[in-house]
């Protein structure tokens, strides 16, 4: 579904990947795994569009997009769940759903939606008319995955989902990001929780440095001596 | 001798005027609020539709009511192109830039029609809407009133499409977060373009609206952008609520200054007002931030 091949990114002149390639099989879910600062978001931005990549081929569905403004890119199916959440604070969770439906305009498809990103997250439903920046930071990240999911993507890219929710609500939220998978989204996911992504992914990446060091299935990387070492303390 | 009626008299004129630069500064905040530019050229845009007006009845016999809904249509075409042929070349240039090009498009504007039209004062002579009238025991002239009750009007519709329609929650969009709304599929050059357009389309409203009583010449946006200005700091950079409390209040205090102190301290009591706000509370009125 997404190839992503040999590409190279620099903010300014600094270098923050050099030659990444992979790819996200429709279907499944993909982890990029690795430490701060690796370029885990940098791959997020190139794909969608917010960063352009000095080399390199990015082909989704076997079109090549990576010089497509962001905003057409989404009109390709891919939503990008920005690190930070990045949601409209000023805006009501209600407008939030509707300003992430954009590209899709029938009101019959918004209903729609809007009902299964409901039954997904009930908080969303209660809170609705409460302004975005007034939500706990579990309920802001299922009102950003929800606002993704209003423009009806084919792939789904989140990155640090985990990042700033309560321990408590992890789970939980492992569980939604499968349960999309299930759905039929595919699902490109980059963490620092390593053991938990790799536990969800059928296919991941370790990132070091801007170059992938490892690739496997999550329960080869889960296994590998070097992942246990570096990423889970073991 | 100051007496209540000569006092609720001035309060009213206050009111009135204020509603006008309310609306003018509904244009800048606009603009401001979704792409952080400030618009000199604001005053000029309004100078240019009382001569689109102006010219509309001198030529065409047209009266200003009449022409309203073209200068509205010419000042959101001119909004759109100004962002597309001046603002968007220095979109990516160093603040400086930003600020210097929509300052020179002042300057050639003011220029333009001192060269084009002559620094003469023009008037419409015999606009429909004229004479006064009676209200409560206080005298209002009737263009004055039309246009207070045009630019609330027209503030209020602005506000309405900004909150309660898809294209308004774009705007709002693009406000707050432009690649976060680019994520969403907004294309946020549109939207900057839409600002422009919408932004000067209000004063194209103004500007029809004082045409029916007000002197035309090549600065007149002056006295009114400068006014609106104040109104944007005093109301919050981007509310338009805070623009039309801010301008009402800024009328109120330019009228009030005139009859107790002197007309020659209008500007003067109203940047006063606006340093006291800036220091005492920056984000103004009704400001987010
Ligand atoms: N906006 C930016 N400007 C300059 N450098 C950046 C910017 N964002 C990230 N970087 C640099 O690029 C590298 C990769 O960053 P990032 O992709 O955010 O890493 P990760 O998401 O894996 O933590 C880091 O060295 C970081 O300092
Ligand atoms: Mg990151």
Known sequence: MLQVNDIFVAYGGTPAL????????????????????AGKSTILRAISGMLKPTRGVIEFLGEPIQRFPAFRIVQRGIAHVPEGRRLFSKLSVFENLLVGAYTKKSPTFRQKTLEQIFSIFPRLKERQSQRAGTLSGGEQQMLAIGRALMSEPKLLMLDEPSLGIMPVLVDRLFDVIKEINQSGITVLLVEQNVQRSLEIAHRAYVLQTGEIVLRGTGQELLASEQVRGAYLGL | ????????????????????????????????????????????????????????????????????????????VVGVVTHKLVVRPVLRAPMSAQIFVTFGLMVFMRNGAQFLWSPNYRLIQTPLVAGRLELFGLFVGKPQLVAALGALITTGLVFWFLKRTETGRTLQAVAEDQDAAALMGINPDRTFMLAWGIGAACVGVAGALLANYYYIFPTVGNTFVLMAFVAVALGGFGSVPGALLAGVIIGVVEVLTGLFISPAFKNITAYVLYMVVVLVRPRGLLGEW
């Open chain 1, 18 to 37: 050099h030659g990444v390639s992979f790819e996200v099989p429709a279907g499944q879910i993909v982890s990029i795994v690795g430490s701060n600062g």
């Open chain 2, 1 to 76: 001798m100051l007496d209540g009626t000569i006092i609720a008299q001035t309060l009213l004129s206050g009111v009135l005027i204020g509603f006008i630069y309310a609306l003018v500064a509904v244009g800048l905040t606009l603009i401001y609020g979704v792409m952080d530019i400030v618009n000199f050229a604001h005053g000029e845009f309004l100078m240019l539709s009382m001569y689109v007006v102006f010219w509309l009845y001198a030529l065409a016999g047209l009266d200003p009511m009449v022409s309203l809904p073209i200068s509205v249509a010419v000042m959101f």
